[in-house]
């Protein structure tokens, strides 16, 4: 029996027995967020938490070219021109339905085909059952536009092996499937020409015991990722302190792959580069992921309020020119105060969850 379709247009919802299914549906924008689709979507989980009928969850991404490639930042770039205050609700809203999907009561098995970048990262990664395929590529790449990796992803890459958060985070680096489930972001590996089988092989599961069965008796082993044998020159240079020192160990490094780390480095926003290192280095201290995503949103409206991230954006999808003016231009210009500032308490602002 084919699956009921209950809802079209940029999130399809559809029922296959006792699993609901949410797909993102902008596959010309490779399934980029925006504030109405992460809307549709809190709003369907709350229901389906409270709904006996519905015994898992499942999030994919329409097409096979991306899961989802983060937020529109197109729209936060708009808005921010126009004074418009959407990017303290756009951020607000999907960091709430971030952590809905982290403490979810039911299953919920995010299928991570494609590109992932971002707000993909922030749907994806805190599920509790995350699907990779061969096709999988995962990023946040987000100093390279005057960002930082945000959607709680510094609370799980603080948590990875060694200090490989620490280099995903200030290189923006892809990753295939077998290092996102190396590094913590993912789970296991399904062959991307099965991934039709999911919903009917998932249609009966109510139990995380039986959504972890069911999708290892259909998994296979992914090929073989770069980080595991990049580890000791990752973890010998990341492990400073600061981004200067960092460099610097990246500088020394007689390997050619942590030249290639360093040259990707320097064009990113100095400003970006140190807010991310103190983000994940405080964010191993977290008992609970609420406390990252309150310290992103932190960050992200220092973001929005100051010149990096606008320009980041002008730069890549506006004028396209991929000239970035930083300010300050060098990681050496950029002080402590000007990290402290995207830490500071925004008052009424600040987000609640609750115990």
């Known amino acids: 029996m084919s699956a009921e379709v209950l809802q079209d247009g940029d999130v399809i919802v559809r029922r296959e027995r006792a699993l609901a299914r949410i797909t993102l549906n902008r596959p010309q924008a490779l399934n980029a967020l925006t504030l109405d689709m992460g809307v549709a979507i809190t709003k369907l989980l709350r229901a389906w938490a409270a709904d006996p009928a519905v015994g898992a969850v499942m999030l994919d991404g329409a097409g096979e070219r991306a899961f989802c490639a983060g937020g529109d930042i197109r729209a936060l770039y708009d808005a921010a021109k126009a004074k418009d205050p959407l990017p303290e609700r756009f951020w607000s809203d999907e960091y709430h339905?971030?952590?809905?999907?982290?403490?979810?009561?039911?299953?919920?098995?995010?299928?991570?085909d494609g590109l992932v970048m971002g707000g993909g990262v922030g749907?994806?990664?805190?599920?509790?059952?995350?699907?990779?395929?061969?096709?999988?590529?995962?990023?946040?790449?987000?100093v390279g536009i005057?960002?930082?990796?945000?959607?709680?992803?510094?609370?799980?890459?603080?948590?990875?092996?060694?200090?490989?958060?620490?280099?995903?985070?200030?290189?923006?680096?892809?990753?295939?499937?077998?290092d996102a489930i190396y590094c913590g972001l993912a789970d296991i590996n399904v062959a991307a020409q099965r991934l039709a089988e999911l919903p009917a092989a998932l249609a009966d599961c109510r139990t995380d015991e039986e959504v972890r069965g069911r999708l290892k008796a259909m998994s296979v082993p992914p090929p073989p990722g770069k980080l595991p044998a990049a580890r000791p020159w990752i973890d010998s240079c990341h492990a400073a302190d600061t981004v200067e020192e960092i460099v610097a160990r990246l500088a020394a490094s007689k390997v050619e792959d942590a030249?290639?780390?360093?040259?990707?480095?320097?064009?990113?926003?100095?400003?970006?580069?140190?807010?991310?290192l103190r983000n994940i280095r405080s964010a191993l201290s977290f008992r609970r992921v609420e406390e990252s995503f309150q310290?992103?949103?932190?960050?992200?409206?220092a973001c929005i309020a100051g010149h990096d991230f606008i320009e980041g954006i002008r730069a890549t999808i506006v004028d396209k020119d991929r000239k970035p003016a930083w300010r300050p231009a060098t990681i050496e210009s950029v002080t402590p105060d000007i990290v402290e500032r995207h830490f500071k308490p925004v008052g009424a602002l600040e987000l609640e969850f609750p115990d």
Do not use: C, N
């Open 259 to 276: 030249r290639a780390a360093l040259a990707t480095m320097l064009t990113k926003s100095p400003t970006s580069l140190k807010v991310a």
């Open 146 to 178: 005057g960002f930082f990796p945000d959607v709680g992803a510094a609370f799980l890459l603080a948590r990875s092996p060694g200090y490989l958060g620490t280099y995903l985070m200030l290189t923006g680096e892809r990753i295939g499937a077998a």
């Open 123 to 142: 749907l994806s990664a805190h599920a509790a059952h995350r699907v990779v395929t061969e096709r999988s590529a995962v990023a946040m790449p987000e």
């Open 295 to 301: 310290q992103d949103y932190r960050i992200a409206l």
């Open 97 to 112: 339905l971030d952590v809905l999907i982290a403490r979810y009561p039911k299953p919920v098995i995010a299928v991570i």
